[in-house]
C-alpha cells in the first residue's frame, strides 16, 4: 500500500490549489493599468478580470462594472473563463476521489487494488486540472505582454500582469505537484519475486562405492 505521508501531502498541496484556482478566477486584478514609460501617474487605477472592470480612486473607493453581454465579450476573456472553470470542476472531482482512494481513509479499505486505482485516477485529474488551469493564465498573460509591447496599443491604454495571474500560476503548479504526488505513490505489484525450485543433488544420485 502506498505511504500515507506523501498521499497526504499530495492531497494537501492539490487542495490549496484548488482553493487558489477558485480565488484566481473570482479575482479582478488579471491585468492592471501600467505606469511604465511615459504614462502619466494619475489618482485612477483600471484593473480587469474575468467577470468585471474596476476602477480605484485614490482615496480608497472602488467602482466595478459587470460585463454586461457574454457575446461581446473579447475571445480571450471567454477562453480563458471555459479553461479555468474546467479546471476548478475536474478538481474538485479529482478531491473527491483522492478522498477516497487515501490509504488513511476507510473507503475501499477491503479492496486495497482497487483504493490504489481510485487514487491513481484523481491523481491524473489533477494533474490534468494544473494544466489547464496553467494554459488559462498564460494565454491570458501572453495577449496583456503582445498588447504591452504592441507599439500601436495607446500609452495610456497598456496594461500589465495583475496579482491574480500570479495566484494562478501558483495554483496551477501546486495541483500537478499534489496530483503527481498521488501519481508515483501508488502501489506497485510486486513482480520482483521468484520462485524457489528444489534443485536435485547429482551426487545423491550416484550409486555408493562398492567395497
Known amino acids: 500500500m502506498a505511504n500515507a505521508g506523501i498521499q497526504i501531502l499530495g492531497f494537501s498541496l492539490a487542495f490549496l490549489g484548488f482553493i487558489g484556482s477558485i480565488a484566481s478566477t473570482v479575482m479582478v486584478e488579471w491585468k492592471a493599468s501600467s505606469y511604465a514609460g511615459d504614462n502619466i501617474i494619475t489618482a485612477q487605477a483600471l484593473y480587469e478580470g474575468l467577470w468585471k472592470s474596476c476602477a480605484s480612486q485614490s482615496t480608497g473607493q472602488i467602482q466595478c462594472k459587470v460585463y454586461d453581454s457574454l457575446l461581446q465579450l473579447p475571445g480571450i476573456v471567454m477562453g480563458t473563463r471555459g479553461l479555468m472553470l474546467a479546471s476548478i470542476l475536474i478538481a474538485l472531482i479529482s478531491i473527491l476521489l483522492a478522498a477516497v482512494g487515501m490509504k488513511c481513509t476507510t473507503c475501499l ?100 562405492d562398492f567395497v
Open 109 to 208: 479499505a477491503e479492496q486495497p487494488e482497487q483504493k490504489d486505482k481510485v487514487a491513481l485516477t484523481a491523481g491524473i485529474m489533477l494533474i490534468i486540472s494544473g494544466i489547464l488551469a496553467l494554459v488559462g493564465t498564460s494565454w491570458y498573460a501572453n495577449r496583456i505582454a503582445q498588447d504591452f509591447y504592441n507599439p500601436f496599443t495607446p500609452t495610456n491604454s497598456r496594461y500589465e500582469f495583475g496579482s491574480a495571474l500570479f495566484v494562478g500560476w501558483g495554483s496551477a503548479f501546486l495541483l500537478i505537484i499534489g496530483g503527481a504526488f498521488l501519481c508515483c505513490n501508488c502501489a506497485k505489484k510486486d513482480s520482483g519475486k521468484t520462485l524457489n525450485y528444489p534443485r536435485s543433488n547429482p551426487a545423491s544420485n550416484t550409486s555408493k
